[in-house]
């Protein structure tokens, strides 16, 4: 068979052709590729350049200045990382480049200078200071978990609540705890417990694993939406040895997602039996008082009583005295000293006038009575002035 005749192509037309096949790869657009650093430079323009070592093989990096302006000083020829980016062609040199969005720290070289360097940065912020930290509180309704919904700290943190303090109702928010994608996963699940009508508290919890697994909670973007955050974050994350820039922003540090638990969760053991002597302090007070106010009221009383006795002594004196003076006056007293009344047809006589001999008179003494039959009437005479 003739062969086919081939399209004659510019050197340009190439290049573009190429670049057109990148482009259109879904892969090379969006990937995270992993590497030593080498030959890195900052250029004046702000752009960054490097290259990223394989095993066997090379690729070129550039950093452009947008997000190189995020990027700390802490990468060395030598580190090793993890680059986010896409993969294209430069045509005007003919070659293909990866260009990194990100550039994340691993190993523990690495890591520990990007989280120096950033810790420092923060601190000067005063994004760590005590001052910000929140209390805790005694008794939490509504609760948010962040963390991995197939991860054991989850079901750690579930079964402590509900075995401490099942009264609080609790709204699990799902989260890659691990990995590249993990930070914006984080952030994703703090915007959403922000928008969260009512929470007491957050807990952002992971549990163990090495010290490379935690570098999504050393991530800068992780780290102030746990300061951000407008309810009380409690951190526990990792082993009791393990330190993240997230515990420092956090309100609380937990050492592990257990110990996280048991400080939101109080022990309802013990709040009863703090009710319970809350019951017997109040029992005792109201008791002394019931008391102290009987004693009062006794005192009132017999004060009351005391009061009546020489109200009524005086009354009785002075009634004494009235019915003495009564008594002087009554015409019985008169009568009991020798004096009698008459009287005449049932009036009492007060004069002789009008009586006459034979007249019959009634004489009334202080023990009885008298009838008796006037025989003569006497009159005195009026002495002259």
């Not at 930070?183 to 694993?209: E, M, T, W, Y």
């Not at 400080?263 to 709040?271: A, H, T, W």
């Not at 006459?356 to 009575?369: Q, T």
């Amino acid at each position: 068979m003739p062969r086919r005749a081939r399209s004659e192509m510019t050197v340009d037309d190439l290049n573009f052709y190429i670049q057109g096949l990148f482009t259109s790869d879904l892969m090379l657009k969006a990937l995270v590729v992993s590497g030593e650093i080498a030959e890195f430079k900052r250029h004046t323009s702000g752009h960054c350049y490097f290259t990223l070592l394989g095993a066997e093989t090379r690729v070129s990096c550039a950093l452009f200045r947008r997000d190189a302006e995020a990027l700390p000083q802490w990468p060395r020829d030598g580190d090793s990382v993890l680059i986010e980016g896409s993969v294209s062609s430069y045509p005007p040199r003919g070659v293909y480049q990866l260009y990194a969005r990100r550039i994340l720290p691993r190993g523990e070289g690495a890591a520990s200078r990007a989280r120096q360097e950033l810790r420092n940065r923060l601190e000067a912020e005063g994004l760590f200071h005590p001052a910000l930290k929140r209390p805790l509180p005694p008794c939490p309704e509504r609760a948010a978990v962040i963390t991995s919904a197939t991860g054991a700290a989850l079901r750690d943190v579930l079964r402590i609540a509900s075995r401490r303090y099942p009264l609080c109702e609790i709204l699990v928010i799902p989260a890659l705890v691990q990995g590249v994608e993990a930070p914006d996963s984080i952030v994703n699940a703090f915007i959403q417990a922000g928008k969260s009508d009512h929470l007491d508290c957050v807990l952002l919890v992971r549990g163990g694993g090495s010290r490379e697994d935690l570098n999504p909670f050393d991530d800068e973007r992780v780290v102030r939406a746990v300061r951000s955050c407008p309810w009380p974050v409690v951190s526990g994350v990792g082993h009791e040895i393990d330190e993240t820039l997230c515990d420092l922003a956090a309100d609380v540090r937990a050492s592990t997602p257990s110990a996280a638990a048991e400080l939101v969760f109080p022990d309802r053991q013990v709040l009863l039996a703090q009710l319970e002597g809350i019951k017997e302090t109040l029992y005792d007070h109201m008791t002394r008082r019931v008391d102290s106010l009987r004693g009062q009221i006794e005192l009132i009383l017999e004060d009351m009583r005391q009061a009546m006795q020489r109200r009524v002594a005086d009354a009785r004196g002075q009634l004494a005295v009235r019915a003495a003076s009564l008594n002087a006056l009554s015409p019985l007293a008169a009568l009991s000293r020798g004096f009698v009344t008459a009287e005449t047809g049932g009036e009492r006589l007060f004069s002789v006038r009008g009586l006459h001999a034979g007249d019959e008179l009634a004489v009334n003494f202080s023990d009885g009575r008298a009838d008796c039959l006037v025989q003569t009437v006497k009159k005195k005479r009026k002495k002259a002035i």
